[in-house]
């Protein structure tokens, strides 16, 4: 059976950071896809950053120069290192991994970026 869980999310201020984790039993991370999606109140659930099976990292626009996503496949874990915080950050968080056309899915972490 498929798992993921996040954690790290939380309040911080505007400019602060935070790290979010994504820890995965059933599936082998390295031969998958992985990913961040996010997703605000009232708007669509978007991608964040994403890392292929092959290592190979992509972003969103909002996000680029200050999310950095990792992945430690010995440890089946998954991060995202955000800094420099924006109040238009706050989200519901989801951890992703995709392999060929099945999609398993965290239950989320709140990140909301507030004074």
């Known amino acids: 059976q498929v798992q993921l869980v996040e954690s790290g999310g939380g309040l911080v201020q505007p400019g602060g950071s935070l790290r979010l984790s994504c820890a995965a039993s059933?599936?082998?991370?390295?031969?998958?896809?992985t990913a961040w999606y996010r997703q605000a109140p009232g708007k669509q659930r978007e991608l964040v950053a994403g890392?292929?099976?092959?290592?190979?990292?992509n972003y969103a626009d909002s996000v680029k120069g200050r999310f950095t996503i990792s992945r430690d496949n010995a440890k089946n874990t998954m991060y995202l290192q955000m800094n420099s915080l924006k109040p238009e950050d706050t989200a519901v968080y989801y951890c992703?991994?995709?392999?060929?056309?099945?999609?398993?899915w965290g239950q989320g972490t709140q990140v909301t970026v507030s004074a």
């Open positions: 059933g599936i082998r991370f390295s031969i998958h896809h």
């Open positions: 992703n991994a995709r392999f060929g056309l099945v999609d398993s």
């Open positions: 890392v292929t099976s092959g290592g190979s990292t």
